[in-house]
């Protein structure tokens, strides 16, 4: 079946800091994948996503690149603030079907 | 606003009641779905609606029971509410099934605690 696997935290970090979040996933053929972020007390929102192999999603300085090669859809930052501080979730939906599977999420501190 | 929202924010109840959440989105979707999020943060599908049909129903004990009335609305009753079932249930909804339409926006979530 699908799996998502994506690199535990706490991450705690300094403002300014590069944030790097590792997600590596197992699906067959090509599924969408996806970056939703959850602050404290509220929802899951969506951060970016990525269709297709090569393709890289972008938001709020946020980035993300589809790499079939190495199954992997890392996260990362150049320069994190404090409101960055929340759980990420690494996500995908199948090539066929539409049941999103989630990481475990990581969760990220950023301190002034 | 366009969004997806969910009624009650929080619920707290007894074990053995019966309790239901509602969910409704603006945003023109033709599928809908539930999703449980434990006390470790771990989300994971329970059932999906497309255009009031059920397409997706995951293991879940036959104690949940979710209802469509129109394509902007999936309630979920639960019967008989146990301690596990402690959690923050959250909606979402996408404009179809696959591919970028498949992209799904979640609501505020429902926090649910059974005593």
């Known amino acids: 079946g699908n799996s998502v696997t994506q690199m535990e935290g706490p991450v705690t970090l300094s403002e300014e800091a590069f944030l790097t979040i590792n997600c590596t996933y197992t699906?067959?053929?090509?599924?969408?994948l996806f970056w939703y972020v959850q602050y404290p007390g509220e929802g899951l929102q969506l951060l970016l996503k990525a269709t297709k192999a090569d393709d890289k999603g972008s938001n709020k300085g946020f980035e993300a690149t589809y790499r079939k090669e190495t199954t992997s859809f890392h996260l990362e930052k150049g320069s994190v603030q404090v409101s960055d501080s929340a759980v990420y979730f690494c996500a995908l939906s199948p090539a066929a079907g539409n049941k999103l599977t989630f990481g475990g999420g990581t969760r990220v501190l950023v301190k002034p | 606003d366009t969004a997806v929202s969910q009624t009650p924010k929080y619920l707290v109840t007894q074990m053995g009641n019966d309790k239901s959440i509602k969910c409704e989105q603006n945003l023109g979707h033709d599928t809908m779905y539930w999703y449980k999020q434990d006390s470790k943060k771990f989300l994971k599908i329970m059932f999906s609606?497309?255009?009031?049909?059920?397409?997706i129903n995951e293991t879940v004990p036959n104690r949940f029971s979710p209802k469509s009335p129109d394509k902007a609305h999936l309630n979920l009753h639960i019967n008989s509410l146990e301690l596990g079932d402690s959690a923050v249930y959250f909606c979402?909804?996408?404009?179809?099934?696959?591919?970028?339409?498949?992209?799904?926006?979640f609501g505020p979530g429902t926090r649910l605690l059974v005593l």
């Open positions: 609606y497309n255009n009031k049909e059920l397409i």
């Open positions: 699906a067959t053929g090509y599924p969408s």
């Open positions: 979402a909804s996408s404009l179809g099934t696959s591919g970028g339409e498949g992209t799904q926006y």
